[in-house]
Each structure stands twice: as structure tokens, then as C-alpha cells.
């Protein structure tokens, strides 16, 4: 037995004791974050002037225009993994041709 060891279980044991008294008030320092909303972030900035006009200076977004189904369609009949084309979801439906016109 070489010296020093028959001290390092009572040393593990003196600091198990100071941090079981440690954490008690550490946790009791804790409290509930009465400041923030339901959603996590505190609701000061929506109430005051500068959010107005830093949300007034946001510019729109950016929308790509969906394709035609007929597209798409061709698109899922050459590959089979592209999405199935759903008028008004993921696609602009065709265009309905008007024949109600009478030529003449």
C-alpha cells in the first residue's frame, strides 16, 4: 500500500459532503423566469417604439411561383420520387379552357 491512499476515500467523502450542501443553495437561487412569455422571450420589444419601425423595415419575403400541374406532372411521371403534384398545394392548377365562347 503506498502512502497517501488510505486518505483518498475520506477525501471523496468530505467532497460529496460540501457539495451536498453547496447544491441546496445554488438551487435555491433558482427561480421561475417570470419575465418571459408562453413562448420564451420576454414581451418588452413588441410594445415598444423601435419594434414598430424595425418591423416596418423588414422586407418582403421572397416567394419562387409554384409550377403548373401539367409540369409537375411530367416532372413524377419521368421520376417517380418527385412530389405528386396536389392543385393549389404544390402546384397552380391548368389553366380551364373557356368554351362557352361561341366563334362566329
Not at 422571450?41 to 418591423?55: G, I, L, M, S, V
Not at 418582403?60 to 409554384?66: D, E, G, H
Not at 405528386?84 to 362566329?104: A, S
Amino acid at each position: 500500500m503506498m502512502g497517501g491512499d488510505h486518505n483518498r476515500f475520506g477525501r471523496h467523502i468530505r467532497q460529496f459532503g460540501r457539495s451536498t450542501l453547496i447544491l441546496p443553495v445554488l438551487f435555491s437561487w433558482c427561480g421561475p423566469a417570470l419575465a418571459l412569455n408562453w413562448e420564451g422571450h420576454d414581451d418588452w420589444f413588441h410594445d415598444t417604439a423601435p419594434f414598430r419601425e424595425f418591423y416596418d423595415g423588414i422586407p418582403a419575403p421572397k416567394t419562387k411561383p409554384m409550377p403548373d400541374c401539367s409540369a409537375r406532372q411530367a416532372a413524377y411521371d419521368k421520376n417517380r420520387y418527385e412530389q405528386i403534384p396536389l392543385p393549389g398545394v404544390n402546384c397552380r392548377p391548368d389553366p380551364v379552357p373557356d368554351n362557352t365562347k361561341v366563334k362566329g
